[in-house]
């Protein structure tokens, strides 16, 4: 498990966070999010009185699977009862968030072109009212407020949906939302900026003001249960779940034999061995020429992302031997994969992990360049690796769906 902490964190945590046991990693199949088609698929949730929003902060994080190949004019992120919403306009490529107050709406918005919108990446979305100031935040930043309204937000306490409207089938998002919430408080500029690194904490000072957050951390069928007040929601339509999630790019660092590559794409790099940072090395990947326990620290935006140790013991590099480039595919996978090497290998093993630990594959092998594996039921992050000898020649992130 990579644990993630805002860029402010001390050395003292990060040196400790270094020290972080692979066996004490989240357990596989707790992260997900809620998949939704574009075509009527969402989340109802019923009757939640106490949910009235007058104001407060609320939000989700989202990717889109596709822009282009939605007809749907606007896709509707959270929708109650017509006097809160947050959403996707795609005549405007933009986010938007609106209010109804005594009949008038008001709204905030990101601008197209200076937060371009695309398909395929997280968009962490924060909204705020505070009885006088609507504001957005995207991806940690204040993007729009809008200083015109005043008083409370007309009455929305009755059934809201994630991803639609309840009732409609139209204006539904297309693509996922995860960590979708309520707070009968305004969060600051610097909570906001650190949901990006972390999810809501039971110990956060608006804990006590939350009144929905749906995590999709916990599949039940079809069924989601919000994490604070044990609130049920029902799937409509074609909405589904699927594993992952925006808290599940766990960093990972995979050798191939000659150098370690992390799975996720940074901003700045320090790499470490043995506990201590190599001087000189602030490049993207890592080429190994010693033994040693590896890591790395990976800045990305406002976050720091700090990989488990991976331990390289070659007894003297053995440049044959790690030259021999190791092919795993498909990965993703529905559990049917090979293992290809590019030149044969005398004797081996390949065992994956899950990121807890447990050994849920492991094969001893000989003379062999290809292998074969079908039949794998779990689902969720692994971690494959291949040894000869003493000398571990690869190691990779695996994803079985």
Known sequence: MFIMKAITTSLITFI???????????????QGALKLDG???????????????????WGAVVKFDSLSNNSNTYQRIMYKEGVLELFYSKTYNRFESEIVINGIRYEVTTDSAT??????????????????????????NLVDENNTPNGYIDNNSGDWGIGGRVGYNTWTFKGEIDEAFLIKAVVDS??????????????????????SYYQFNYVDDYTSTDSWYDIPANFDNNAEWVSGGV?????????????????????????????TKISGENGNTLTITENGSYSLLLVKGNCMYYSDTLNIISNGID????????????NPS???????????LKEGQLTIY???GNIIYNKTFNNTKNIYIDGLNEKGIFILTVSAGNKTIHHQKLILN
């Open 190 to 211: 610097a909570t906001i900026a650190e949901f990006e690194c972390n999810a809501f904490d039971t110990a956060s000072a608006y804990n006590s003001n939350i009144v």
């Open 39 to 57: 075509y009527g698929a969402k989340l109802i949730v019923y009757d939640t009185v106490f949910a009235n929003m007058a104001s407060g902060s």
């Open 115 to 140: 937060f371009p919108i695309e398909e395929g990446v997280w968009y962490y979305l924060f909204a705020t009212y505070d009885g006088d100031v609507l504001k957005l935040y995207a991806n940690g």
């Open 319 to 330: 440049e044959d031997l790690f030259s021999n480039k190791t092919s795993v595919y498909p």
């Open 354 to 356: 899950s990121i807890t």
């Open 16 to 30: 400790l966070s270094l020290l972080t046991s692979f066996l004490s990693a989240q357990t596989v199949g707790d």
């Open 334 to 344: 529905e559990g049917n994969l090979t293992v290809s090497f590019s030149e044969e």
């Open 247 to 275: 808290r599940d790019d766990k960093l990972i660092l995979e050798f191939d034999g000659q150098q370690l590559i992390p799975n996720v794409d940074g901003d700045e790099y320090a790499w470490y061995r043995n506990g």
